[in-house]
């Protein structure tokens, strides 16, 4: 297994910048990829930005691309999402997962292990 553990959310103004943290421990040497997720009330859990372990390929969603930035840390275990811009629709509860980067990796179904996730709030 792949344990996950999410930091560095927090309020923050339109237009300011957040930086998350997702530190994996466990069958690390198991990872393929690890990725964001996000989930605002009453809504679908939705892709954000995906990063393979190995060779470092990154993904986005359409709705982040320019604004966000996912880099990896490989001796520190450890995936961040750089924040910028941002925006009061960003406002949700952003998860980190594990999973392979798949022609489906978009479906949060598709990834196998979760941490407990973070909230960002954007206030207008």
């Known amino acids: 297994q792949v344990q996950l553990v999410e930091s560095g959310g927090g309020l923050v103004q339109a237009g300011g910048s957040l930086r998350l943290s997702c530190a994996a421990s466990?069958?690390?040497?198991?990872?393929?990829?690890l990725g964001w997720f996000r989930q605002a009330p009453g809504k679908e859990r939705q892709f954000v930005a995906g990063?393979?372990?190995?060779?470092?390929?990154?993904y986005y969603a359409d709705s982040v691309k320019g604004r966000f930035t996912i880099s990896r840390d490989n001796a520190k275990d450890t995936v961040y999402l750089q924040m910028n811009s941002l925006k009061p629709e960003d406002t949700a509860i952003y998860y980190c997962?594990?999973?392979?980067?798949?022609?489906?990796?978009?479906?949060?179904?598709?990834?196998?292990?979760w941490g407990q996730g973070t909230h960002v709030t954007v206030s207008s």
């Open positions: 466990g069958r690390t040497f198991s990872i393929d990829s």
């Open positions: 997962a594990e999973g392979r980067m798949g022609p489906d990796y978009f479906i949060a179904s598709r990834w196998n292990y």
């Open positions: 990063i393979t372990w190995s060779g470092g390929n990154t």
